[in-house]
């Protein structure tokens, strides 16, 4: 919507995007290509937004100021953020295991979840997603895509969601559990 003065109310499309060094940002028709150290992401956007170089600088404009290109201003401004952030410095979720005999374990481009269930659980690892296992209770997931991390993360937490009485399942290592007390006989 539009402010007090009526204009272009969008803080995030309105913030310029800095290109780091060994970075390079390419567009095509709104095809763009950002290239980095760990990899190429490329995406097409919407007709509505332009983006303009000036030096390391991308700035990210909207084309005019219908209803359609104001909801694509910040959204486009994000998604190359990430992009950007993704090809500099890898995108990481840390998931952590809880409860007894509860582990986990990669067997070739297989992610191999023992979580209390009678078989194990197989989640196949998708490609330019990268898993790491530090401890069996411990998994990170890494990768230049940051929708795609988060996907992933969010489909391993889904085999085994923490419960709230004895803390047990997979949660992601910052998640605080809300704890509730158990049945008491009077």
């Known amino acids: 919507m539009f402010g007090k003065r009526g204009i272009n109310m969008s803080r995030i499309g309105n913030k310029v995007i800095v290109l780091p060094e060994g970075v390079t940002f390419n567009n095509n028709n709104n095809l763009v290509t950002v290239t980095g150290p760990h990899g190429t992401l490329e995406r097409q956007f919407s007709p509505l937004v332009k983006f303009t170089v000036e030096g390391n600088e991308i700035k990210v404009s909207r084309v005019d100021e219908t209803m359609q290109a104001q909801s694509q201003h910040g959204t486009a401004r994000s998604l190359l953020a990430n992009m950007i952030t993704g090809v500099k410095e890898k995108f990481q979720k840390r998931l952590e295991i809880a409860g007894v005999g509860y582990r986990a374990a990669l067997e ?16 196949a690892i998708p490609k330019g997603i990268n898993v790491t296992l530090p401890r069996n209770t411990v998994i990170i997931v890494e990768g230049i895509n940051r929708q795609e991390v988060g996907e992933f993360a969010a489909n391993i937490r889904k085999v085994r969601k923490p419960e709230p009485y004895k803390g ?15 049945k008491t006989v009077s």
């Open 108 to 123: 070739g481009n297989q992610l191999v979840l023992n979580v209390g269930y009678s078989k194990p659980v197989n989640m």
């Open 168 to 182: 047990k399942g997979i949660r992601y290592a910052d998640e605080v559990i809300r704890r509730k007390e158990g």
